[in-house]
């Protein structure tokens, strides 16, 4: 038998009893936790050190290095993180609905852990400690495959989480390192379809597009935006230039970001070079299309691979359109599905606008950098789905459970 | 471009139009559906007798020509289970709750239809009309894959419903059938991802196996049941009997009929004679452990193997079990999560096995074979899902949507 296998089974079994667990039990968990962190900070430093170094030998950029890097603070909002998710009200046990049939059964919805979830993930340690976090108050048992680039960390911070659960009396099989960080075992977890019931995906477009071609086991797809923001025909320039800005440079590297500004031809002329200028301001780089050269001659220009590009960086590319229909085409044809934006003063365009885009989730005149699971009330979210099956848009505890049917009869026969 | 790629943009396209087309034209596509499937009765029977006398050339079992064979009166029924949906509620466009946050953002959750969907099955031509009429109703384009065995009679099928579409105003790529049969193009069909938002694959073990192993889209796993009777030490063995001969012998080929049969130690010696006899005078033959057998010594022997089999036969396994716990665990490491059945009149029993078995369905004093759309009162039913993404037992009309978020602000940045 494998090590992963093993592994499998252990979360398997350690589902089967954290499923049941109390609220108050795995808020102890939690808290626990929370408090074996901050005891082994100093452990978890010196093993950062290793990792650090060996990216540094690496040559790995100072942007992964600070992705890789904890210190006490970083530590310490880890373990405040654990102890937020104890103040969440826990999903698990409610019964959504009851109803009895014509023959006496009475059929009732109740919300379920998925059971075992395994998470495939890359550079970044604290998701190791969010994740947990998360699954655990779901009363699921989570496998963690992290980075290789993060191994000792993810070691360190993963034994103390789990000297946290043993000390509130839960199975150790709750969380579980895989830390053999070779892309074979990796695709032997994508196929673990016997032990885990579900895999989230969390890091960049290749990992993700790897998890989706390899794994049988069912999947949710995170995170991939390129986000657009229409600038109709009747509008607020002032607001528009101020999203615009907004769901571009506040944030440029995370998925919510602006991608995309697609302006209505009728207001091109003015609204372009206004929105360019405070662009260009922010430190972002602008590309534009025939129509928008047209209007000003220094944008460098886009090609069609511009469209259906996710930068995560400083650039920004303009696409004149003639209305708010053609907008929603090439938002439906190049979008990613993830957060679409309209700035209009008409109703009628906002309705349609909302209508026809089909994302996880349509704005009308906000930005699009509200997609996240605290900014929509969640508290904590552990990615944001652009798929439609099983949950889309930002994930928090809900989308980390299932349904069970739970059937009381009294000697129904059919 | 391939044939396939083509019919994705057709059924993507169609899908925008029918996702926001209302109640009353998508029913009105339905009742003409309906309509020219009975004009067309003629034809379709006359397709169905060449591929039942391929069929029957290729020595076809009379049981497998009987699910392949269509006459007036199935074409009449097929028909009717269109107006049926009709009569059902119409799940989009449901706001399943709208919330305002603290910066006056108004976020909504919406129910939308899934997109496409794309569904693989076998030799019964009857799930070509069912599955497009449900798809139909929720504003789902869907793209069928049925067996090559019924190719000529689904064509028939498919040619009167889109002749009704198109009367009804809908664009024809709403319903598609693919007419190459190949597992290549099968293949093709499950790594769909641009077009394909989920896949629903309908039949025997072998067929589910290979979609989930081939499938980039993600899937919506059904079907396969290797479901239990538990009966308790404290129950009703008349009660106990009755229930579990239904649930085996009253339709043995069906997922939700119950394989195995757990019966508690303390009672196995009076009850086991008693529920053999009746399983035996149902056709039933059966299976015993070493424990069942010292109690009717010729129950044919069981091996390792018979857990974890769906037979679809009137074939039942006994086991003797220590209590419930053992029983619990028996059910958790064989079961398929499909459905489950406690016999008892322990309260404290009762409980325990609905909190405990990993299951879509749970029962307590009720057969197994009440897990069936028609059965919890949804009307109709695409599939039973055995997984836990998405949709977890009987999917009806709701199961085929998803939601997306709307949100109305008014120039919110962050």
């Not at 957060?339 to 349609?352: D, F, G, R």
Request: glycine share 8%; with cysteine; net charge negative.
């Amino acid at each position: 038998m494998s090590k992963l296998v093993s592994m499998g089974q252990n979360a398997k079994e350690a589902s089967y009893e954290l499923g049941i667990s109390s609220t108050k039990e795995k808020d102890t968990a939690l808290i626990f936790m929370a408090e074996e962190l901050i005891k082994a900070k100093e452990d978890i430093v010196k093993a950062n050190e290793i990792d650090l170094e060996a990216a540094r030998i690496k040559g790995t950029s100072e942007a992964m290095l600070d992705r890789l890097a904890l210190n006490y603070e970083r530590i310490e909002s880890m373990a405040d993180g654990l102890k937020d998710v104890v103040k969440l009200q826990d999903p698990i046990g409610e019964v959504i609905s009851m109803w009895q049939r014509p023959n006496g059964l009475q059929i009732g919805q109740k919300r379920v852990p998925l059971g075992v979830i395994g998470i495939i993930y890359e550079a970044r340690p604290n998701v190791t400690c969010d994740a947990a976090g998360l699954c655990l108050k779901t009363g699921n048992a989570v496998i963690l495959r992290g980075g290789s680039e993060a191994i000792n960390s993810n070691k360190a911070v993963v034994n103390a989480l789990v000297k946290g659960i043993e000390r509130a009396g839960l199975p150790k099989g709750c969380v579980q390192l895989v830390e053999d960080t070779t892309r074979e075992v990796a695709t032997e977890m994508m196929k673990l379809n016997e032990f885990i019931d579900v895999l989230i995906p969390r890091g960049g477009a290749g990992l993700i597009q790897s998890v989706l071609k390899n794994a049988t086991v069912p999947v949710i797809e995170t995170g991939t935006g390129n986000c657009h923001i229409y600038v109709d025909e009747d509008c607020d320039f002032e607001m528009a230039k101020n999203i615009a800005v907004n769901a571009k440079a506040s944030r440029p590297s995370v998925c919510n970001a602006a991608e995309k500004l697609l302006v209505n031809e009728k207001i091109a002329n003015i609204f372009l070079p206004i929105v360019v200028k405070e662009l260009r301001e922010n430190g972002v780089a602008v590309r534009g299309d025939e129509a928008a050269q047209a209007i000003i001659d220094d944008l460098e220009k886009t090609n069609e691979e511009d469209w259906g590009k996710e930068y995560l960086d400083y650039i920004m590319a303009v696409k004149i359109v003639k209305d708010v229909d053609e907008a929603i085409n090439h938002i439906n044809k190049y979008g990613t599905g993830h957060s679409e934006a309209i700035i209009t003063e008409s109703y009628k365009n906002s309705q349609k606008f909302l209508q026809k885009v089909d994302a996880a989730a349509v704005y009308v005149n906000a930005s699009t950098r509200f997609t996240d699971g605290s900014e929509f009330g969640f508290g904590a979210e552990i990615g944001i789905s652009t798929q439609k099956l099983h949950a889309r848009g930002p994930m928090g505890l809900k989308e980390l459970t299932t349904i069970k049917y739970i059937i009381y009869g009294n000697g129904q026969i059919r």
